[in-house]
């Protein structure tokens, strides 16, 4: 594990929500993929089985904000400013897959897009995030 991905890790390790849904992530240089091992108590709807929107934004949320932390020299996390969540289709009960592209990088803003999805293939996203986070130190 690089010394900034370590970072991100203790980062998760101290933030509360991170720890109460399990989120785990592997890196690879600059670009990590995020896990949210399927638990009961995520189900939002019983009758077809699917995760709650809360759970699968906060996840990508969380997601978007670790990969700004793991891309950028911040010392404390970035502040969302604003989210846009898209619910694509229905997340079912099993292990949920992410990943975030951060756009741009600037010395006061962050442009994000992350994507979730199900099962092997990337390319199916089940919820997108676009978000801006304000990345300056002093701000």
């Not at 399990?22 to 399927?38: C, H, K, S, V, Y």
């Not at 995760?51 to 904000?65: I, Q, R």
């Not at 898209?86 to 951060?102: H, N, P």
């Amino acid at each position: 594990m690089s010394p900034r991905a370590a970072q991100l890790q203790a980062f998760l390790d101290r933030t509360p929500f991170a720890r109460f849904i399990g989120m785990e992530f592997e890196t690879n240089g600059d670009q990590l993929i995020a896990r949210l091992p399927f638990q009961k108590k995520f189900i939002g709807n019983g009758a077809i089985n699917a995760l709650h929107g809360g759970a699968t934004g906060a996840f990508l949320e969380l997601t978007a904000v670790a990969q700004v932390y793991l891309q950028s020299d911040l010392q404390r996390p970035p502040k969302p400013i604003n989210l846009t969540i898209d619910y694509l289709r229905s997340a079912k009960g099993e292990d949920l897959y992410a990943r975030a592209i951060v756009h741009k990088l600037g010395r006061r803003m962050a442009s994000v897009r992350a994507e979730a999805w199900q099962g092997k293939d990337p390319d199916k996203v089940v919820t997108a995030l676009q978000a801006h986070f304000l990345v300056a130190e002093d701000g």
